[in-house]
């Protein structure tokens, strides 16, 4: 678990994929968001459970299996809302067709609670965040910016030295890249990258080393 300024960050690597969910909490407060439920709810689950926290919502960064697979039921464990951004709104209403055509699992589709929209302000209990739409690994792809702790999750939009892949439905390469850089570059170089998959980075670190932004 990793702390920025009262903010709690525990990663929960999960799945078929070994994607990234976090459990990102107010500490002071014991409030928290999950960002991005891909597989296995009871285990998701029983970390909030450890953590004494009570969760508000279910954030997904796109809405893709891996980082969307668990959202219908983590919603019935916790009663807790769903939100992501309306143009990936098919890609959680056809789950289903997605986990078999990958032969994984296939997870009851989750209801969509509200819909994000780029620049509005995300609020969990003493901590306020924004968020930023980044398409081009999806249509309606976004990233949580937290200024005050310097903390961004990012999805599949940037990892440490890649970039998300645009080769399904809905993605652009030369709008990912122009995502990232009018977006994400745009951030102090000592900002902190969650990414939905892989090790953790800084946006300094990207913009000088990832061979993907020269």
Sequence with gaps: MQQFSGLSVETIVNGPLSENCYIVSDTAAKSAIIIDAGDEANRIADA????????????????????????????????????????????????????????FRQPPVPKIDRELSDGEELRFGNVTGK?????????????FYFPQQRV????????????????????????????????????????????????????GSERRSNPFLR
């Design 48 to 103: 909030v459970k450890s953590s004494s926290v009570k969760v508000s919502e279910i954030l997904c960064t796109h809405g893709h299996i891996d980082h969307a697979g668990a959202v219908a039921e983590l919603k019935e464990i916790l009663g807790v809302p769903f939100a992501i951004h309306p143009d990936d709104r098919a890609w959680i209403e056809h789950i289903v067709e997605s986990a078999k055509s990958l032969g």
């Design 152 to 203: 961004v999750f990012v999805g599949d939009t940037l990892f440490a030295c890649s970039v998300g892949r645009t080769d399904l439905p809905g993605g652009s390469s030369p709008q990912l890249i122009r995502s990232i850089r009018e977006r994400l570059l745009t951030l102090d170089d000592d900002v902190v990258v969650f990414s939905g998959h892989g090790r953790t980075t800084t946006i």
């Design 131 to 143: 968020v930023l739409h980044t398409p081009g690994h999806t249509l309606g792809g976004c990233c």
